[in-house]
Nanobody, 124 residues
Framework: QVQLIESGGGLVQAGGSLRLSCAASGRTFSVYAMGWFRQGPGKEREIVAA????????YYADSVKGRFTISRDNAKNTVYLQMNSLKPEDTAVYYC?????????????????WGQGTQVTVSS
């Protein structure tokens, strides 16, 4: 049984930082791409960042480029999202997901397992 457990969300002031973690189990983590998505109030789920199986390739949504960094530690079966210079518009539930392939995918349909999500709230 595949499990993805996110942690690290919380309340932070604009300009602050948070680091999200996603611990995976039940799958050979190191052969699959991973992604972070978010869903704000009244909005559709959108991709934030993705990373290939090796960590050698990454993708970022335009809205977070230069502020967020995705990374992974295959020895720990964990993917991270470092979020700096947070803005109120980053407020959302953040989800990690594992793709059905090793290379980067940006569409939610390409991800077959999802975590429960962690709330990130950025106050102005």
């Amino acid at each position: 049984q595949v499990q993805l457990i996110e942690s690290g969300g919380g309340l932070v002031q604009a300009g602050g930082s948070l680091r999200l973690s996603c611990a995976a189990s039940g799958r050979t983590f190191s052969v699959y791409a991973m992604g972070w998505f978010r869903q704000g109030p009244g909005k559709e789920r959108e991709i934030v960042a993705a990373i290939s199986w090796s960590g050698g390739n990454t993708y970022y949504a335009d809205s977070v480029k230069g502020r967020f960094t995705i990374s992974r530690d295959n020895a720990k079966n964990t993917v991270y999202l470092q979020m700096n210079s947070l803005k109120p518009e980053d407020t959302a539930v953040y989800y990690c997901a594992t793709a059905d392939r090793g290379y980067i995918a940006t569409r939610p349909a390409s991800y077959d397992y999802w975590g429960q999500g962690t709330q990130v709230t950025v106050s102005s």
